[in-house]
């Protein structure tokens, strides 16, 4: 087998030891353990933002991509001491998350065999307020052609009810739909935004679309999901890695970017070195926080 280039730093320059580094994560590929760290250390500059202060759940494949893989919200015993935790009082009980934004607590989490990472819209110091609004677009037919002419007929509708808009590859087959958001946004009411603009965005093109959660009623239709907004839900990262072959990277786009003709894989911790040294199509994020208000008041009209 041959291995693809990948991002690579020495074991020694990481701050914190990885526990069988050699460990095949990606056996197709080659990729191992200390593979997908060293992929985290190269873009954590990248990724941080998005992450800083915000709730994790974590998915872990401790055998890596062929292995069994379960999600965790609690945080486990025997994480690096220091490792930022925050205890959130749900419905039934009291969980302990995994706080991000800490280079050592990014490889902590790949040491714990976490391959993607699982972002709340909420931070530590607020929970219940989103820091954005995100929409994930399923393709019912596994086609990314499909999910991106979903995607443009949903920036086609954000942009009439003035909401500035930003893509990212979901780093499987779908598209992801984030507006950064104002502070002071409650998660139930971002909620209730999402699902009144996904209705819509799907009455202008109901053979293409749906809200159906259903699987079997969306009949090939490109599934939009408005529910990654509720309080405790999670979206995957900018910049994370996805348990699918090559190791594809979710990654952001701009718009002109989105076409039906892209392959999600070809950005992937192999090559994405490259892409890293191309301009940030999501450089002005954080300096586009939106209010709802006015969308939502031309939304009603529409």
């Known amino acids: ?50 992450v800083r202060g915000h709730l994790l759940t974590m ?47 990014q490889l902590a989490l790949v040491n714990l065999g976490c391959i ?52 990212k590859t979901s780093g499987s087959r779908g598209l992801h739909i984030f507006v950064p958001l104002k502070a002071g946004h409650d998660a139930d009411d971002v909620l209730k935004f999402a699902h009144a603009t996904a209705n819509a965005v799907v009455k202008r093109h109901p053979k293409e679309l749906t809200t159906e959660h259903s699987i079997a009623a969306r009949k090939g239709r490109v599934y939009v999901d408005p529910f990654r907004n509720g309080f405790a839900q999670t979206v995957v990262a900018p910049y994370s890695v996805r348990r699918k072959p090559r190791a594809p990277v979710s990654t952001p786009l701009d718009w002109a970017e989105v076409k039906e003709s892209l392959d999600p ?11 890293m040294k191309a301009v940030d199509p999501w450089v002005s994020f954080f300096k586009s926080r939106q209010s709802l208000a006015g969308a939502a008041k031309k939304l009603a009209t529409i």
């Open 59 to 105: 998915e872990r494949c401790p055998d890596g991509m062929n292995g069994q893989c379960f999600y965790q919200k609690q945080a486990p015993k025997g994480l690096p001491a220091g490792t930022p935790t925050k205890k959130i009082k749900g419905s039934t009980r009291v969980t302990e998350y995994i706080v991000g934004g800490e280079l050592k607590t």
């Open 265 to 275: 894989a070809t950005f992937n911790i192999g090559n994405f070195a490259a892409r």
């Open 116 to 167: 993607a990472i699982h972002s709340m819209p909420g931070r530590e110091n607020a929970p219940h307020e989103s820091d954005w609004l995100c929409f994930d677009l399923d393709p019912e037919s596994g086609n990314f052609s499909d999910a991106a002419r979903a995607g443009l007929f949903a920036k086609e509708l954000l942009d009439e009810i003035g909401l500035k808009s930003f893509a």
């Open 1 to 50: 087998m041959t291995k693809a280039a990948t991002v690579k730093t020495p074991a020694q320059k990481l701050p914190l030891e990885i526990s069988h580094p050699d460990k095949v994560f990606w056996p197709d590929e080659g990729y191992t353990k200390l593979d997908l760290a060293n992929f985290y250390l190269a873009v954590f500059s990248k990724l941080a933002p998005y």
